[in-house]
């Protein structure tokens, strides 16, 4: 299905080529004086250059072919050669009805079923969830869902890490505790307990006291590390250890993740990327790619067009320990094996922008991937307190992502509970939906890459460009909508009032708007849009009688209009990850 702006822009086309001008000068554009019109034509200045003609004359012959064009309610050429559009009712509201009959509301399949692997969440296992691992769900979450909507196969793995110097810790720390363990006992012979030795909650205390001791005790450092050599090196007590550690991490992760309503494909690790390391390697050497220096092997990755230092990546290090870089090389020769992915999209902190650009490179040069695989890095910026330092909690202790969702979820709660009087249960539940859309839009109403600031007030506020403003706006629609009988989306009525036509015409938007989001991995092109989408409706709805009109038609057709709005902001806010309740 065409998008409405490409059917105004093919009728301006026809009319310059009529007129014996090129057609790329009919583009048609949104007009930046919607005082004046609502499209413009800007093409005859261009062409007045082209043709060495006067614009408004070149205006004037384009305007004299679209005389009686049923598109079109007004079409003007107004000096030095400008040419105004205003949409004809009938036809918008044609076109919107055609919209509403379209499952996917007009958005083309752009993705045509390709593969894309979306590598985002990035939890570390034993280490809560924090703040910093928010912004990675929320982004990628939606990303997937947008993506998936505009056709693309995509796969989400969550891509634990398992791999590093937190497991040694955290088994080491549970030696010096309980060193009777069977999981330290060389001449136990198995099998080991089913049950891990530790809850969550040890796990969660377990990992920052050894992390803390570890820098002021180097034998205990030393320590740590040797377990994590001996773990990657598949010692049995330490690998059943290192298996109860991710049984119980994952276990809470699921929940956490679940309560953001982020739910990953596949739940990929570190780990699972270590056996493809070997023959990795030994390409790379054979391709004559690594070499030696300084004790470490590493791919030389720099281009002649750099204008910043691009150092080497490094692929085993002196100690012949591997790294990140190798973890990540390998990762993608799995995905190649398991997938083919014709994209592979990481969403992560932008600080590590460096060590992706090193792994892609080197995984092109290596044939890792295929020449034609497109690797990106969706980077992204730090979450801020209102002091514009990275968010704390009060004491300036590392903010867990449940203490910040209920303290989020409770304060709504008080707010919504003031003068309601419906169960404390949907209240909570209410509340919980309403935080989550706060959050959630407060995150990603931002362009990614930038920093922002937090502001619990401003978030949960249900006036101006929040979340709880976008779900109020479709508890209002649903709650007319409850009080009629059966509503077809289809039946809208040519605009009768100015901010009817206001609505239909942001409405013939919402497709360009996905697929927009969708190229540029941008969801906050759709928060800005269904802000205005919200906007439009309320305003329409403030100078509108809907249940009281006594002419039904004219009803139906308004009531397909509230039915249409509330499906393009539903859909909209279930790609962004949320959804709204029934009553506020
Ligand atoms: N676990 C990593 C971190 O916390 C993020 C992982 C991102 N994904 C990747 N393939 N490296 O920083």
Not at 100 to 125: F, H, R, S, W
Not at 161 to 190: A, K
Not at 511 to 529: F, L, Q
Request: aromatic share 10%; charged share 25%.
């Amino acid at each position: 299905m065409k998008k409405f702006i490409e059917l105004l822009s093919d009728k301006l086309k026809q009319a310059f080529v009529a007129c014996g001008y090129d057609e790329s000068y009919g583009r048609v554009g949104i007009s930046n004086r919607p005082d004046l019109c609502e499209y413009q034509c800007n093409g005859a200045m261009a062409a007045a250059k082209a043709y060495k003609k006067a614009p408004f004359m070149i205006a004037d012959e384009v305007v004299a072919k679209l005389e009686g064009d049923e598109a079109f309610l007004e079409v003007a050429s107004v000096k030095p050669g400008f040419i105004n559009l205003k949409v004809n009712e009938a036809y918008l509201a044609s076109y919107l009805n055609e919209v509403a009959a379209d499952e996917k509301l007009g958005c083309t399949n752009l993705g045509q079923n390709k593969k894309m692997i979306i590598d985002y969440g990035g939890p570390n296992v034993a280490k809560p969830l924090h703040v910093g691992h928010l912004r990675s769900a929320i982004i990628g979450e939606s990303i997937k869902r947008i993506s998936r909507y505009v056709g693309w196969d995509v796969v989400g793995d969550v891509h634990l890490g398992d791999w590093g110097l937190q497991m040694g810790l955290i088994i080491e720390e549970v030696r010096t505790r309980h060193p009777e363990l069977c999981y330290f006992d060389d001449s136990f012979t198995g099998p080991y307990p089913e049950e891990a030795p530790f809850t969550i909650s040890e796990l969660e205390e377990i990992y920052p006291t050894a992390s803390a001791k570890s820098k002021v005790d180097e034998e205990y450092a030393k320590r740590a590390h040797d377990v994590t050599a001996f773990l990657q090196q598949g010692k049995p007590g330490y690998r059943a250890l290192w298996q109860h550690i991710l049984n119980v991490s994952i276990a809470d992760l699921k929940k956490n993740y679940s309560f953001l309503n982020v739910e990953f494909d596949l739940w990929k690790k570190e780990s699972d990327a270590q056996p493809y390391i070997p023959d990795m390697i030994k390409s790379l050497k054979d391709q004559g790619l690594a070499y030696e220096s300084e004790g470490a092997l590493v791919v030389d990755v720099k281009e002649e067009t750099d204008t910043k230092e691009v150092p080497p990546c490094i692929i085993v290090k002196s100690d012949g320990a591997t790294l990140y870089s190798t973890t990540d090389l390998a990762t993608l020769v799995e995905r190649e094996k398991l997938f083919k992915p014709d994209s592979v999209l990481y969403v992560v902190d932008k600080r590590q922008e460096m060590h992706f650009n090193q792994v892609f490179r080197c995984a092109k040069k290596a044939n890792i991937v295929r020449p034609e695989t497109n690797l990106k890095f969706l980077g992204f910026g730090t979450m801020n307190g209102k002091d514009g330092k990275p968010f704390k909690t009060r004491d300036g202790g590392v903010m867990r992502l449940e203490v910040l969702l209920k303290e989020i979820t409770e304060a709504v709660y008080q707010k919504t509970m003031d003068n309601r009087t419906v169960s404390e249960e949907e209240g909570m539940e209410t509340a919980k939906m309403i935080a989550l859309a706060a959050i959630k839009y407060g995150d990603l109403s931002n362009q990614a890459s930038k920093d922002y600031v937090f502001d619990v007030e401003r978030f949960t506020s249900f006036e101006g460009d929040t979340g709880p403003y976008i779900l109020y706006t479709i508890v209002r629609i649903k709650s007319i909508l409850s009080k009629c009988e059966a509503v077809s989306m289809n039946a809208l009525n040519q605009a009768s009032s100015e901010s009817e036509k206001a609505l239909q015409l942001i409405l013939t938007r919402f497709a360009e708007c996905i697929e927009n989001a969708a190229v540029e991995t941008a969801p906050h092109k759709i928060c800005a849009y269904i802000y205005d989408v919200a906007n439009a409706f309320n305003r329409f709805y403030h100078e509108t009688k809907i249940l009281a009109e006594t002419d039904k038609e004219k009803q139906t057709g308004y009531l397909a209009l509230l039915a249409l709005t509330r499906k393009v902001l539903e859909t909209s806010i279930d790609l962004l990850g949320f959804e709204a309740p029934e009553r506020m």
